[in-house]
């Protein structure tokens, strides 16, 4: 039956085999290959490319902006992580106990809506009507609420302005883990549940002894997916930093572009598409590092339904 189909699977294949070879494969292999060559503009020849070994990464890590994108993304991943993450399973967790009703979707609803706007116009929401100093949201509140002082607070002054850019990230992302985490826990037989009802657990005990173990394949994934949201950012540090790379919101996104394409005003960063090539294999081998950790440590691991 398969070779009597094969000529059928093949025509079908083909288009996305093609694509992928075309639009995934090849620009892996040649950045890759870019990362060890000196190459000022991703639109030079092969033949004016000047092989440098692993010079670029040297030169990467050795480059003080450089160092403090990595720095952020790892604060990123953690704090924000420990954030989105912790908050999309409280949510998670409580919308499923409720039970499917009217209230239920729209709820769920309300949570996702800021994972549906463009980051673009989020961006603009949080820095225009929630940090403004003199009408935003925090203002406002502080304001009504007595804390005169903290009211006048500049939320994206340097010092506050990471901590304001993560918090308007995480907004929008708890959302999308919370769908993740719920389809997890719906996948878990409503029998374990009530049979550690009868038994007299109680609401803890139920969660730490059923829903977690059973969802160790779903926190795997949302750490990979968040894992791979936060090497790619890059939008919101442009919104929170729209002029120059600023220590504050600098992520390696933001570094290569500006590698790549000298895209600040300032301009001060020579461009070296081979370096900009670097930090993408980087960022590349950072996913499939915490791939591999955390397929690892919960390999074989899951609960058996």
């Not at 730490?208 to 968040?226: A, E, S």
Request: proline letters at 3%; aromatic letters at 16%.
């Amino acid at each position: 039956m398969l070779k009597k189909n094969r000529p059928l699977i093949i025509t079908f294949l083909a288009p996305a085999v093609l694509c992928y070879l075309i639009v995934f494969l090849y620009p892996t292999i040649r950045t890759m290959v870019m990362s060890l060559f000196y190459v000022e503009s991703v639109s030079s020849s092969v033949a004016q490319w000047e092989f440098a070994g692993f010079a670029n990464y040297v030169k990467l890590f050795n480059t003080p902006m450089f160092k403090t994108s990595m720095f952020n993304i790892l604060r990123i991943w953690g704090a924000g992580g420990l954030v989105s993450l912790g908050l999309a399973l409280v949510f998670a967790v409580i919308l499923t106990n409720i039970g499917k009703n009217n209230c239920t979707k729209f709820m769920r609803s309300v949570i996702y809506l800021p994972n549906v706007v463009s980051a673009v116009a989020m961006g603009t929401m949080w820095l225009n009507f929630v940090y403004n100093s003199d009408y935003g949201f925090l203002h406002t509140l502080l304001q009504g609420l007595g804390f005169t002082k903290a009211a006048t607070t500049l939320w994206t002054a340097p010092g506050n302005l990471f901590w304001a850019m993560l918090w308007a990230y995480c907004f929008g992302m708890v959302g999308y883990h919370m769908l993740i985490f719920m389809s997890g826990i719906e996948q878990i037989p409503t029998d374990f549940f009530e049979a550690a009802y009868i038994a007299g657990a109680n609401g803890f005990q139920r969660f730490f002894y059923i829903t977690l173990p059973n969802l160790k394949g779903v926190i795997r994934t949302n750490i990979v997916m968040w894992t791979v949201y936060t090497v790619g950012f890059f939008v919101w540090g442009q919104l929170f930093s729209p002029v120059n790379l600023s220590n504050d919101t600098v992520a390696p996104m933001n570094y290569m572009y500006e590698l790549v394409f000298g895209a600040s005003s300032s301009a001060k960063t020579a461009r070296d598409a081979g370096a900009g090539a670097g930090i993408g294999v980087i960022l590349m081998l950072i996913v499939i590092v915490v791939f591999t950790v955390t397929n690892f440590i919960t390999k074989n691991d899951d609960t058996e339904l």
